[in-house]
């Protein structure tokens, strides 16, 4: 689409708790109308569209393409699901934005990755946390800045609640890339240049799951510290040190900052966009929304996504 067309027509596959949240994402943007919807399950695809203003309920990708002829679809279904889906998607001319992770293996999405090169696909996946106010507050403030940057992401998980979730088995042991991502894409997301080493100081142990630390070096200079409590109590945080700034973003939506020489710790505020809808949904909506007019954009794209799944493999040998 070029950059003057009026209305962007959005389709989605899947029907669970992600699609309503892109729905209503997308749907709150002028210029876009939501034409289709396609699940494995009609009756949820029915609901979600009733709810959503969805325009029609179609049998699968091929049929919901070939009757909307969307800019842009959104896949967003289980993990041992995305291969399938991602593969018939692929085949249709249209823009696709998928739910984290591109692939419930680094492997299958390599895979996903070398067909969308091959049928020349513009592919963009989903990383949320990217967006949050909070992490754009601190983005936007080390780049106004030329200092060294040490990051350190702390991550929890638990195995047990995965499974207590109704996750499969298949995806409760490399969970790493289901979730953790996340965590991991803080590095790559705020790291300058390529990762250029990773050392493991507390090495993965899948037979007992516990701490895992890693030290990551970027080329640009920078380096994070990865550290993972596996079945154990831990928040989810970021913290950013430069030689002038402190950030520590804890809980994740929540920026704040101490300036050296100040014990004041300046919060910012969480933006309106944040708390209407699911953190950062919107505001990456809006990005997508610019890739797919051809502006100017910072969709997160499969290869930057990749880097993080490269980086998960990298800390957790799996």
């Not at 996750?167 to 300058?192: F, K, T």
């Not at 970021?238 to 300036?259: D, G, H, K």
């Amino acid at each position: 689409m070029s950059s003057g067309s009026k209305i962007v027509k959005v389709a989605f596959v899947g029907a669970g708790a992600m699609c309503r949240e892109h729905a209503r994402s997308f749907g709150d943007i002028p210029g876009v109308e939501l034409v289709g919807i396609s699940s494995r399950t009609l009756a949820k695809a029915e609901e979600v569209a009733r709810e959503m203003g969805i325009k029609k309920v179609y049998p699968d990708i091929e049929s919901l393409y070939e009757g909307t002829r969307a800019d842009l679809v959104v896949i967003a279904v289980p993990e041992l699901s995305i291969r399938t889906v991602a593969q018939e998607a692929f085949q249709q001319d249209w823009t696709i934005l998928m739910e984290k992770p591109p692939g419930h293996t680094l492997d299958e999405a390599v895979y996903l990755q070398q067909l969308s090169r091959e049928l020349g696909r513009s592919v963009y996946v989903a990383l949320n946390r990217r967006y949050l106010s909070s992490t754009e507050a601190v983005r936007e403030d080390l780049e106004s800045r030329e200092e060294v940057r040490f990051i350190r992401v702390e991550d929890q998980q638990s195995l047990e609640v995965a499974r207590q979730l109704g996750h499969p088995e298949a995806v409760v042991q490399h969970w790493m890339y289901a979730n953790s991502i996340h965590l991991v894409d803080y590095l790559c997301h705020l790291g300058r240049g390529p990762v250029r080493s990773v050392k493991p100081l507390t090495r993965w142990d899948p037979e007992s799951p516990g701490v895992v630390l890693a030290q990551v070096e970027f080329d640009g200079g920078d380096v994070g510290i990865y550290e993972g409590v596996w079945n154990g109590p831990g928040p989810w945080a970021v913290t950013v040190c430069t030689p002038s700034r402190r950030w520590e973003i804890r809980p994740l939506e929540q920026a704040r900052y101490i300036n050296v020489g100040e014990r004041k710790v300046h919060e910012i505020e969480v933006s309106t966009e944040d708390k209407t809808f699911k953190p950062g949904f919107r505001r990456q909506a809006e990005e997508v929304l610019r890739a797919v007019r051809g502006e100017k954009h910072r969709a997160t794209s499969l290869e930057q996504a990749m880097e993080s799944m490269k980086l998960v493999r990298a800390i957790f040998g799996v």
